[in-house]
């Protein structure tokens, strides 16, 4: 990546700005010791946009995000916001913008902290081994089906529906990946009931028989739904439509032991990504510093890792985020009774700050004395 790559951040709605600065945070150290000059600018989307401009995604922000080589979002949705029948919601707004940079691979990895291992729910040695990445298809489905708020008969209805050329262009990012993994693809359909997953099964088969060093099995989405509690270390990479892999991922975030801590990245055919935590807005909690910083910092690693071609420095961030842990300073949503509890800020800055000091340790010249 070439110096003076352009991230846009956008903070959005609830607790977005909180994590949008956290992450800015980390971009300005990833800025200084990689010394790329990174350059960020803020804009508006979600109900904070609506509210100011009128519209959820303003053409502003459009124009910062095709003018940038990455984008980091904090956050989008409000009880506040108008309904789908009264307009552009804010939900909608990151729909569009997935689709507008065709954001087809959803790559959404499951972190797992040995500190946080008696947050999870689950018994510890189930947790042995969990390694889990979801690859989830964020272009299609039942997202984007056909729809109406209200048919000709007066009922709402939703379509699901996939091309088998979405389903290779997800496929095949789930075997590349598994490929530099432990080599197992889960492919999550509802094939016993419905045609368009008959058809996800069979496009997912096809493209597997290009990776026969990948062991692909299918599963149906009721039945991972239970396996994701009973045998987690078993799943490798799964591969999920739209849809199912909002609900799984969100599951899978137990195990990590709370939805704060998980990152995601959105990508396309470039190096071109939208990084967002997995949380969501959550109105309750936004203001009050209550907000858990990791799923946006882990996000950042993503960023470096994915856009900027830093990997070494995307591996020394999560490590920074493991060590902050691992000495039990946390935030509400992952405190335990001996834990020393911060703010939002305060663990951003613990992370970003043993992220970049580590750092120019490494770089110390070794002394001869
Ligand atoms: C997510 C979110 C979004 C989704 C919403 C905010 C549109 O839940 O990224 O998981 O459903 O994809
Ligand atoms: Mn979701």
Not at 41 to 68: F, K, M, N, Q
Request: proline share 5%; aromatic share 6%; net charge negative.
């Amino acid at each position: 990546m070439s110096a003076g790559a352009r991230i846009t951040l956008l903070p959005g709605d609830g607790i977005g700005p909180e994590v949008t600065a956290a992450a800015q945070r980390a971009l300005e150290s990833l800025s200084r010791v990689s010394g790329l000059g990174l350059e960020l600018d803020v804009a508006e989307i979600g109900a904070a946009a609506l509210r100011s401009h009128g519209t959820a995604l303003p053409p502003a922000t459009l124009a910062a995000c095709e003018s940038s080589d990455a984008i980091f979002l904090g956050a989008v949705g409000s009880p506040s916001a108008p309904t789908a029948t009264e307009g552009l919601t804010p939900e909608q707004a990151l729909l569009t913008l997935r689709r507008h940079f065709e954001l087809f691979a959803n790559l959404r990895p499951v972190p797992r902290f040995e500190a946080l291992t008696s947050l999870a729910p689950l018994k510890a040695e189930r947790l042995d081994g969990v390694d889990l990445l979801f690859v989830r298809e964020l272009n299609g489905g039942l997202y984007y089906g056909r729809r109406a708020e209200q048919s000709a008969d007066g009922d709402a209805f939703d379509t699901l529906s996939y091309s088998d050329r979405e389903i290779h262009r997800i496929a095949k990012v789930a075997f590349e990946l598994a490929g530099g993994r432990r080599q197992r693809v889960t492919s999550v359909d509802k094939a016993n009931v419905l045609a368009s997953m008959r058809q996800w099964r069979r496009a997912v088969t096809a493209v597997g028989s290009a990776y026969p060093a990948v062991q692909l099995e299918h599963c149906y989405v009721d039945r991972l739904a239970m396996d994701l509690l009973h045998r987690p270390a078993d799943l490798d990479v799964v591969l999920t439509g739209n849809l199912f892999g909002d609900i799984l991922s969100d599951e899978a975030a137990a195990i990590a032991g709370s939805l704060g801590l998980l990152p995601s990245a959105s990508l396309g055919a470039s190096t071109f990504g939208l990084y967002e935590p997995v949380h969501g807005s959550a109105p309750d909690i936004a203001g009050a510093g209550l907000a858990n910083p990791i799923g946006a910092l882990l996000s950042v690693a993503l960023l470096a890792r994915h856009s900027l071609g830093l990997e070494e420095l995307a591996v020394r961030l999560e490590s920074a985020v493991d060590e902050v842990l691992a000495e039990g300073l946390r935030t509400p949503d992952i405190a335990e009774e001996d834990s020393v509890i911060l703010s939002s800020t305060e663990l951003a800055a613990e992370v970003t700050g043993r992220f970049e000091e580590a750092w120019w340790q490494s770089r110390v010249p070794l002394m001869v004395v």
